[in-house]
């Protein structure tokens, strides 16, 4: 299998707290490393889109980006909570769960830290328009 194909789709842990634990905890820095990577190509992107002559709009402040970064990792530490109790509920004949919850909140956080550049499109955009009205 490729690389990637073992990063997304990797073998679910074994069905106990400790296991579930470290199998969420040993993906943790590539998560961060996607995210974060994710979220200085949208700073820089949205930056240089709202640097636009007409726009008087300032970046992102650096502190809001630093929230941001904690709120995904408190996030983040939910799902081996959500895999622990959805493994209690419905018990041994519920399939692992661990991998489609990591694919859904990496696609979530990665979609939701792309946000600035669409909303620095339409800033643009706007401004240019009412510019031009004006």
Same mark, same amino acid.
């Given at each position: ?18 296991? %579930? ?26 930056? %240089? ?17 630093? %929230? ?67």
């Amino acid at each position: 299998m490729s690389p990637i194909v073992e990063f997304l789709f990797p073998k679910p842990a074994i069905q106990s707290p400790g296991a %579930i634990y470290r199998w969420w905890e040993g993906r943790r820095l590539a998560y961060n490393a996607i995210v974060g990577a994710t979220g200085m190509f949208s700073w820089t992107v949205s930056g %240089i889109l709202m640097s636009a002559p007409w726009l008087h709009e300032r970046p992102i402040p650096l502190p809001i980006i630093v %929230i941001f970064g904690v709120m995904a990792n408190i996030c983040y530490s939910l799902g081996p909570l959500a895999e622990y109790f959805l493994h209690r509920i419905f018990g041994p004949k519920l399939l692992p769960t661990g991998p489609a919850l990591y694919r859904m909140g990496l696609t979530f956080s990665v979609g939701l830290t792309l946000i600035p550049i669409p909303v620095s499109i339409v800033a643009m955009i706007g401004s240019f328009i009412q510019q031009i009205i004006n």
